[in-house]
Nanobody, 118 residues
Framework: VQLQASGGGLVQAGGSLRLFCAAS???????????MGWHRQALGKQRELVAV???????VYADSVKGRFTISRDNARDTVTLQMNSTKPEDTAVYYC??????????WGQGTQVTVSS
């Protein structure tokens, strides 16, 4: 199974972007991943959690994005979306999609660049 992310790009501060991630092999109606989410890595910094969501819709957000970003998933299609609003220059990073299976195997997408200009 591979995760394919899309939707990154350049946005002015205060603007919005939507990131999308889908599993390359998905059986409709059966979710491969117990948890799906997004991490990001800015230049010269460690990768950090942005937001994750489990099959039940429970979410965890980094403090830095609470109230601005919204994560959602479609269990039937194994997709996860990150709606980024009120973006800030410090949101600039490569964003990686993550899927975690029920036996705790991690699958990472290829990364998509998000650049927020001031």
């Amino acid at each position: 199974v591979q995760l394919q992310a899309s939707g990154g790009g350049l946005v002015q501060a205060g603007g919005s972007l939507r990131l999308f991630c889908a599993a390359s092999r998905s059986i409709f109606g059966i979710s491969t991943f117990t948890v799906m989410g997004w991490h990001r890595q800015a230049l010269g910094k460690q990768r950090e959690l942005v937001a994750v969501v489990d099959k039940g819709g429970n979410t965890v957000y980094a403090d830095s994005v609470k109230g601005r970003f919204t994560i959602s998933r479609d269990n039937a299609r194994d997709t996860v979306t990150l709606q980024m609003n009120s973006t800030k220059p410090e949101d600039t990073a490569v964003y990686y999609c993550l899927g975690v299976t029920n036996n705790n195997n991690n699958y990472w997408g290829q990364g998509t660049q998000v650049t927020v200009s001031s």
